[in-house]
T-cell receptor, first 115, second 114 residues
Framework: AQTVTQSQPEMSVQEAETVTLSCTYD???????LFWYKQPPSRQMILVIR????KQQNATENRFSVNFQKAAKSFSLKISDSQLGDAAMYFC????WGAGNMLTFGGGTRLMVKP | DVKVTQSSRYLVKRTGEKVFLECVQD?????MFWYRQDPGLGLRLIYF???????EKGDIPEGYSVSREKKERFSLILESASTNQTSMYLC?????????????FGEGSWLTVV
């Protein structure tokens, strides 16, 4: 079974600085998708960024980018120019046909942004 | 705009009660999901449905059942609530197709069983 691990339960960053959240996963498949979701205190889960395993180029969405290392099964999220509104729980997730097309989540990282 | 609505945000129920958590989506999505969220454990899949009247067990189905009589509505049922079912419950939906499709989430239902 696929597993997703987020080793940092909590992280903090100074406003305007850069922070990287870590995620590793375990799979024997070659084709899959990885996601980062953000869950602010309002609890609405929002998709931040997605990466297809077959694409070598790292995905980027404005201030959010990923470092996808397929061989190492690592998928970290970098947030540049951190803003107060970035404070939230961040979840790494995996999805593939082989996993029944279901999302498998990591345990989450709580990000605090200091003004 | 995409909308997944969970009608009850906060519930307090007694042990042994039957509990219904309702979820409605307005995007005509075939796939619907119920997740449970606990600190440190992330989200764990309880049940999912890929069509009306169809359901599949997820990772933690014990103590739960589901109902999908209409495409837009997916209900989670706790037949006899227990204190270890105190948790945040998240409903989600998506179009059918590959794993790249976006899954949209509701705001969550916080259930406390006393």
């Amino acid at each position: 079974a696929q597993t997703v691990t987020q080793s940092q339960p909590e992280m903090s960053v100074q406003e305007a600085e850069t922070v990287t959240l870590s995620c590793t996963y375990d799979t024997s498949e070659s084709d899959y998708y990885l996601f980062w979701y953000k869950q602010p205190p309002s609890r609405q889960m929002i998709l931040v960024i997605r990466q297809e395993a077959y694409k070598q180029q790292n995905a980027t969405e404005n201030r959010f980018s990923v470092n996808f290392q397929k061989a190492a099964k690592s998928f970290s999220l970098k947030i540049s120019d951190s803003q107060l509104g970035d404070a939230a729980m961040y979840f790494c997730a995996y999805r593939s046909w082989g996993a029944g097309n279901m999302l498998t989540f990591g345990g989450g990282t709580r990000l605090m942004v200091k003004p | 705009d995409v909308k997944v609505t969970q009608s009850s945000r906060y519930l307090v129920k007694r042990t042994g009660e039957k509990v219904f958590l309702e979820c409605v989506q307005d995007m005509d999505h075939e796939n619907m999901f119920w997740y449970r969220q606990d600190p440190g454990l992330g989200l764990r899949l309880i049940y999912f449905s890929y069509d009306v009247k169809m359901k599949e067990k997820g990772d933690i189905p014990e103590g739960y059942s589901v109902s999908r009589e209409k495409k837009e509505r997916f209900s989670l049922i706790l037949e006899s609530a227990s204190t270890n079912q105190t948790s945040m419950y998240l409903c989600a939906s998506s179009l059918p197709g590959g794993p790249g499709n976006t899954i949209y989430f509701g705001e969550g239902s916080w259930l406390t069983v006393v």
